[in-house]
């Protein structure tokens, strides 16, 4: 009995090796997070680098196989959400295996900004970013910008009947006639906006008042196919969407039309995607080349000619001529790193929205 | 040494390795309860008493008091009908009836939306849910419907009952444990869905934790709606439990059973037909349909290549992985279970059990976040990944492999040792190569449950990894739905066999 006993514990052990080589086996069949090149400030940048992605995966793969032709680095992207991503960064701190974090809203980056896990931005990029679109801080820069649009549908709504400001849609008469999506860190950045314009007490109301009015989508792609589709009026959606479709089939956005609200309103506000370096960047040179090559002349045209229909920021390389050009839009003022993403999710997990 | 052979003492190694392996198997449920305790009772409260969790619970309440039940009436209905009634071409209605699980159910939300894009709310949910999971009653039902003794239905029918009175009082009783089974199955598939919910805009547990885990990773709010899912699960494994009964359903006795009769359908062969043809058409045909519509609209622009075949060998990696560890760890466990049974390989067997029940999300966020904290080298690996694939599915192999060994007496195993072959050898070419065609299955059925997985895969999956099932959601969720549509058809096609392996399976395993 001793015997078979042992010979069993050799099939255990052998069951756990092989359990254990299956998991090396197909890990190695992925490339490591970071190689933890030796690059030093030297212009020439090699290795890898690890890009936390919350921005459109086909653009920053663009630029990605852009920057990878150009410099020899192999980018590798972990896709996700703003505020996943960063709340995931947080808590990996110095361990974290990105290098560069991409977003499509300011929130999530101030929120990294603020864990002080942002490496300052270098001259170059400094040089090729306006003010306007980076925070006052350097720790991180706009590399693409969007705009907060009221989509509605042409033969359910006339001009005359649309809202006049973000805040007509918690109005009674607004009751089951529009919808957002409020997971999204795109509505969630315009009601940070809205937050840091009118104050809590005016936020919490008007969340509250939308409780009730809205219908909610995952994602604003839905909310267009929804308005397109006639099942509500209009939605609170960023202006890419409508361009993004007509580029494609035209199919989800025949019956749309756009309505910006201009004047300063809350809802016409235009939200900052950022890009900033990791303090804890194994490959830090890599990484900062990166970065600059997006927000460089070649990253920003990638943006001007591709499917993706945000506005440009940087290096005066115009955005899409399709688009209403960014300073007609008469966008409120709004200090990008006031953005406090963390209350935005508070309130609306209060109002119910979450 | 033969009076030896008879204890009930495990072997220490394998009995040690069971034990590590299914306190690994608690982490999950350790995680959620540690987080609630730290969390504190104010906000805790706070947290699950508010109006959105209100509204969540009326959700998923309502979706489980619906679908349960019609899945059980579908289910049993049609396997009744095609195993036990004289329907025409039951042979080829048996397989079809079982194929609509071959189609993940986001994928089947996905054609159902295609199809009326206003379906939204509890009724479409319901409507996609019943489609997609009616299946995993009727498979344990047809299974145990063509092994009944119709010897007890006879006496019956003797006795005066008419064949209506002799279903509800003889035939469905006997079917309590496939009914209670394949309910609790459901039950938990409507727990733990999240993509098929998701993109009707239903709200329920899952797809809420989903939302707080877009907006705040593992944050609070997401923590305590994990929490009362979790609480769910075990109501309804208690449920379950309880509902199963201790009645005996075994013939005792001599001689061999007679094979079921069928009755005769005479004027209702035509409503039969109409019946599961229109069961058919809905729950296979139409998702079928619209994957297919969609390849077509999309043309050639969809077959990307460079993005289809990373996400297909990666998925099938996995797939492989999650497949062979799963086997590989239940091993032990099965060992135990059939060669040393009593209390504490039922215990060990408990504990794989309701972690099985933890949905995917809530195994992920745990692993996510024990593997930040305690293990940093596992965060993000694609170790960690086949790990949470294998207590998430590791009864699947179980379950076979339990059968297998039972057909392996140990009385073969030290015979061939008594004719000289070492224990180990013994072992090698006895016991394991009579319950290789067991593993086979379970791990084919490991593999199927891989391929579709989501939620988990999200939250886990290592830098620069997608699988099918990824692909999919992120290009449908970008409305993409012609380019999401190769993905659909690479799933379906993958699941199809293992889908026809688990029916041949269940067939022959129906009298365990």
């Known amino acids: 009995m001793k015997i ?90 110095d361990k974290s295996p990105a290098d560069v974090f991409i977003t499509e809203n300011s929130p999530a980056m101030t929120q990294v900004e603020n864990a002080g896990l942002f490496a300052d931005l270098t001259d170059e990029v400094k040089k090729q970013v306006p003010e306007e679109y980076r925070p006052s801080t350097n720790k991180w820069t706009g590399v693409a910008a969007r705009s907060t649009v009221f989509v509605y549908n042409k033969e359910k709504l006339t001009e005359d009947k649309l809202p006049k400001s973000l805040a007509d849609l918690a109005n009674p008469d607004w009751k089951g006639r529009w919808g957002a ?55 609170v959606i960023y202006h890419y969407y409508y361009f993004g479709d007509q580029a494609k089939t035209g199919e989800n956005s025949k019956n749309i039309a756009s309505h910006y609200f201009k004047n300063q309103d809350p809802g016409a506000f235009v939200s900052i995607s950022g890009g900033g370096v990791l303090n804890s960047s194994k490959n830090k040179a890599a990484a900062e080349a990166f970065l600059a090559f997006i927000t460089g002349k070649k990253g920003q045209e990638l943006l001007q000619t591709g499917k993706d229909f945000e506005y440009t920021v940087g290096s005066d390389v115009p955005s899409n001529e399709k688009l209403t050009p960014l300073a007609d839009l008469e966008a409120p003022t709004v200090d990008a790193s006031k953005l406090n993403s963390k209350k935005v999710t508070e309130l609306m997990t209060k109002a119910g929205l979450l | 040494m033969a009076g030896k052979g008879n204890s009930p003492r495990p072997p220490l190694v394998v009995a040690l390795l069971a034990t590590v392996l299914a306190l690994f198997a608690l982490i999950p449920l350790g995680y959620v309860v540690y987080m609630t305790a730290v969390t504190g009772w104010e906000t805790s409260i706070e947290l699950v008493f508010r109006p959105k969790v209100g509204e969540l619970l009326t959700n998923t309440l309502l979706l489980i008091v619906i679908v349960v039940p019609a899945t059980l009436v579908m289910g049993v209905g049609s396997a009744w009908l ?69 010897a007890i239905e006879q006496s019956a029918g003797a006795l005066g009952l008419g064949p209506w009175r002799v279903f509800f009082r003889v035939v469905l009783p006997q079917l309590r444990l496939a009914i209670t089974g394949g309910g609790l199955l459901v039950g938990l598939h409507l727990l733990a869905e999240y993509g098929a919910f998701a993109m009707i805009r239903f709200e329920t547990f899952t797809t809420a934790i989903m939302q707080q885990y877009a907006s705040t990773f593992n944050g609070t709010a997401g923590n305590m709606l994990a929490s009362v899912l979790v609480f769910f699960c075990l109501i309804l494994l208690v449920l379950e439990a309880r509902s199963r009964g201790t009645a005996r359903y075994a013939r005792i ?180 190569r009579l319950s290789a065609p067991a593993a086979a299955g379970g791990a084919a059925l490991v593999f199927l449950a891989v391929v579709t997985e989501l939620t988990a895969t999200l939250l886990l999956s290592p830098n620069g990894t997608t699988t099918l099932a990824t692909s999919f959601w992120n ?38």
């Open chain 1, 181 to 235: 999506s409020p997971s999204g860190a795109d509505f969630q950045a315009i009601v940070s906006a809205y937050l840091e314009l009118k104050g809590e007490a005016e936020t919490v109301k008007w969340l509250t008042a939308m409780k009730e009015n809205f219908k909610g989508y995952q994602g604003n792609g839905a909310v267009m196919k929804a308005v397109n589709a006639g099942e509500i009026e209009g939605g």
């Open chain 1, 4 to 93: 078979r006993n042992n010979a069993l514990a050799g099939i255990a052990l052998l069951a756990t090796a092989t359990l254990g080589l299956a998991a090396c086996g197909s890990g190695s069949a992925t490339p490591a997070a970071t190689a933890g090149a030796t690059s030093s400030a030297a212009a020439a940048v090699s290795g890898e680098i690890t890009v936390y992605n919350a921005q459109h995966e086909s653009m920053t793969k663009a630029w990605a196989e852009e920057f990878t032709k150009e410099t020899g680095v192999k980018v590798t992207l972990r896709q996700g959400k703003d505020s996943e991503m960063s709340n995931q960064i947080i808590q990996e701190g």
């Open chain 2, 82 to 150: 095609v195993e036990r009634t004289t329907l025409r071409g039951h042979k080829v209605w048996a397989v079809l009836l079982a194929a609509p699980l071959a189609i993940p159910a986001f994928v089947n939300s996905y054609s159902w939306v295609s199809a009326i894009p206003s379906l939204e709310g509890v009724w479409s949910g319901s409507l996609i849910a019943v489609l997609s999971y009616f299946p995993l009653v009727y498979i344990p039902a047809a299974a145990t419907l063509t092994r009944l003794d119709p």
């Open chain 2, 253 to 432: 006795g001599s001689g061999a059973q007679a094979k079921p009769y069928r009755l005769a359908l005479g004027r209702y062969q035509v409503p039969g037909q109409m019946a599961v043809t229109a069961l058919v058409a809905v729950s296979l045909a139409l998702p079928l349909w619209f994957v297919l519509r969609w390849i077509i609209a999309g043309g050639a622009e969809i077959w990307d290549l460079d993005e289809l075949l990373p996400a297909l060998l990666q998925t099938l990696g996995l797939g492989l992985a999650g497949a062979l560890a799963a086997t590989v760890v239940a091993f032990p466990m099965a060992y135990l279970a059939v060669r040393h049974p009593g209390w504490f390989t039922k215990s060990l067997e408990l504990s794989n059990y309701v972690t099985s029940s933890m949905p995917g999300i809530v195994v992920g966020l745990a692993f996510v976040t024990v593997a930040i904290n305690v293990m940093p080298d596992l965060y993000q690996t694609t170790g960690l990944l086949v790990a949470a694939y294998v207590l998430l599915f590791i009864p699947r192999a179980l379950v076979n492999l339990r059968a297998g060994l039972a057909q392996a007496p140990k009385e073969l195993d030290e015979a061939a040792q008594a004719l000289g072959k070492s224990p180990f050898m013994a072992f090698v070419r006895v016991t394991l």
């Open chain 2, 475 to 512: 290009k449908s969720s970008e409305i993409d739905y012609a380019g999401a549509a190769p993905y659909a058809l690479l799933m379906i096609l993958l699941s199809a066999p293992m889908t026809y392996l688990l029916f041949q399976q269940s067939k022959k395993a129906a009298g365990q």
